[in-house]
């Protein structure tokens, strides 16, 4: 009688980067992703912006490029700082270097989703990369999401007045939409406000104006 071998699980493959550099669309940088997360993009979004979204519900991975004013780290600390106040918590500002450049570091929790974000100045552009994952999975693809951020290459654009006015408006306008799902609608009618100024006739801000104005 000829006994079978016991059978053994099959190891899964280690979490690996893509084998494919992605390029954002409108030109601000280039990074390779963690193979097969999903790649999710904002076309009407002026500036560099993606979303790899991972295997595991929560778990994600963003670039988001914003042309600014400022122009030193020291300046940038400055702005994460008044995020912070916006916020009403604690976001653990550190500045250092990260993946070879000079810029600042935040980490926090809130409603179970941990978050690390690396923000660094290349010319008038602020680069932010953030990683997030519920608190029971953030260690799980930490290392993997710190091996994609490690290939970043941003791209030296020169930005006009005009691009910064679009970029600015766009960051009003998601902050309000976020606000506005959060229930926030003072901090939301406060974004809007901001967006207004710098561009009077914005639609979308004019739109999201009247949804507020039916709030209580």
């Known amino acids: 009688m000829v006994r079978s071998l016991p059978q053994f699980p099959t190891p899964e493959a280690a979490p690996k980067l893509s084998g494919k550099q992605y390029a954002d669309p409108k030109g601000f940088f280039k990074i390779i992703p963690p193979d097969g997360w999903k790649v999710t993009e904002y076309p009407q979004d002026p500036r560099g912006k993606v979303v790899f979204i991972g295997?595991?519900?929560?778990v994600e991975l963003r670039v988001l490029t914003n042309a600014v004013e400022i122009t030193s780290v020291d300046q940038l600390v400055?702005?994460?700082?008044d995020v912070e106040k916006r916020?009403?918590?604690?976001?653990?500002i550190k500045k250092g270097e990260y993946f070879g450049r000079a810029g600042v570091q935040r980490s926090f929790t809130i409603k179970g989703i941990q978050v690390v974000a690396h923000d660094f100045l290349v010319g008038k552009v602020d680069h932010n990369l953030q990683f997030s994952a519920p608190q029971d999975k953030f260690q799980k693809y930490l290392p993997l999401a710190t091996k994609s951020m490690e290939?970043?290459?941003p791209v030296m654009k020169e930005m006009t007045g005009e691009d910064l006015k679009q970029h600015q408006v766009a960051k009003k306008l998601r902050l309000a939409q976020l606000m506005m799902e959060q229930k926030?609608?003072?901090m939301a009618r406060g974004f809007v406000k901001e967006g207004l100024e710098v561009d009077p006739k914005?639609?979308?801000?004019?739109?999201?104006?009247?949804?507020?104005?039916?709030?209580?």
Do not use: I, M, S
């Open 55 to 58: 295997p595991e519900a929560n």
């Open 78 to 81: 400055a702005f994460c700082k």
């Open 87 to 92: 916020l009403g918590f604690n976001t653990n």
């Open 151 to 153: 290939t970043y290459e």
């Open 184 to 186: 926030n609608y003072d």
């Open 202 to 216: 914005n639609t979308d801000l004019l739109k999201l104006d009247e949804e507020l104005k039916k709030k209580k």
